[in-house]
């Protein structure tokens, strides 16, 4: 099983849309979680942290499930500038050792 | 906002030739990374830095990888005798300490092209 797997894509969706990425983790000693989010030939940026009770940010929100080994994203009322790949990314240790594991990426297009 | 710069953008090389790709990263950070992404797939961990030494590496980083801190702003990534396959972008990073250890600023990239 992969360290970090994401649905496959691409998704293409108009604007307005909702739109959900999932992602699973096969290793259980994963600390913490993110989403990060990547433009064409642009460097990794972060866009949330995904904590246990689930949390929000505006339009997007990002779900944990431990005991699945699963987390997820949401972006409501998509715009066209959500336009992007969307990385699920996990860390199995902090500190020094903070590793960050990538999934493959899902790419997202929302057309007008 | 601070960032983590990268040195060159683009290099193109020979197969067989060294490069050294520069990075400076955020000025209070305390931990450093290379990453690389090869065109179309996806971002990989190399290596992490602390204390002026490698804390973790992964099975990419062999002993063709080094990476140096020389002075108090620059982290280096040298590639000894480029293959073809070392083409991809390299990534930097940095993140700070406490609960922001985990949280990656990473720089623009630096394309390496190997011919």
Same mark, same amino acid.
């Given at each position: 099983? &992969?360290?970090?797997?994401?649905?496959?894509?691409?998704?293409?969706?108009?604007?307005?849309?909702?739109?959900?990425? %999932?992602?699973?983790?096969?290793?259980? @000693?994963?600390?913490? !979680?993110?989403?990060?989010?990547?433009?064409?030939? &642009?460097?990794? &940026?972060?866009?949330?942290?995904?904590?246990?009770? =689930? %949390?929000?940010?505006?339009? !997007?929100?990002?779900?944990?499930?431990?005991?699945?080994?699963?987390?997820?994203?949401?972006?409501?009322?998509? &715009?066209?500038?959500?336009?992007?790949?969307?990385?699920?990314?996990?860390?199995?240790?902090? =500190? @020094? %050792?903070?590793?960050?594991? !990538? =999934?493959?990426?899902?790419?997202?297009?929302?057309?007008? | 906002?601070?960032?983590?710069?990268? +040195?060159?953008?683009?290099?193109? +090389?020979?197969?067989?030739?060294? *490069?050294?790709? /520069?990075?400076?990263?955020?000025?209070?950070?305390?931990?450093?990374?290379?990453? /690389?992404?090869?065109?179309?797939?996806?971002?990989? #961990?190399?290596?992490?830095?602390?204390?002026?030494?490698?804390?973790?590496?992964?099975?990419?980083?062999?002993?063709?990888?080094? *990476?140096? /801190?020389?002075?108090?702003?620059? #982290?280096?990534?040298?590639? /000894?005798?480029?293959?073809?396959?070392?083409?991809?972008?390299? #990534?930097?990073?940095?993140?700070?300490?406490?609960?922001?250890?985990? *949280?990656?600023? #990473?720089?623009?990239?630096?394309?390496?092209? *190997?011919?």
């Amino acid at each position: 099983r &992969k360290e970090v797997e994401q649905d496959p894509g691409p998704f293409n969706v108009p604007e307005g849309a909702t739109v959900a990425f %999932n992602c699973t983790y096969s290793n259980s @000693a994963s600390q913490s !979680f993110f989403w990060y989010r990547q433009d064409c030939r &642009k460097e990794p &940026k972060l866009l949330m942290s995904v904590y246990s009770s =689930g %949390n929000e940010d505006g339009r !997007f929100t990002a779900q944990l499930n431990r005991a699945s080994q699963y987390i997820s994203l949401l972006i409501r009322d998509s &715009k066209l500038s959500d336009s992007a790949t969307y990385l699920c990314v996990v860390v199995v240790a902090g =500190g @020094a %050792n903070s590793k960050l594991t !990538f =999934g493959k990426g899902i790419t997202l297009s929302v057309r007008p | 906002e601070p960032e983590v710069t990268q +040195t060159p953008s683009h290099q193109v +090389t020979q197969m067989g030739q060294e *490069v050294i790709l /520069r990075c400076v990263p955020i000025s209070n950070h305390l931990y450093f990374y290379w990453y /690389r992404q090869i065109l179309g797939q996806k971002v990989e #961990f190399l290596v992490s830095f602390y204390n002026n030494e490698i804390s973790e590496k992964s099975e990419i980083f062999d002993d063709q990888f080094s *990476v140096e /801190r020389p002075d108090g702003s620059n #982290f280096t990534l040298k590639i /000894r005798s480029t293959k073809l396959e070392d083409s991809a972008m390299y #990534f930097c990073a940095s993140s700070g300490s406490g609960s922001g250890a985990n *949280v990656l600023t #990473f720089g623009a990239g630096s394309r390496l092209t *190997v011919l």
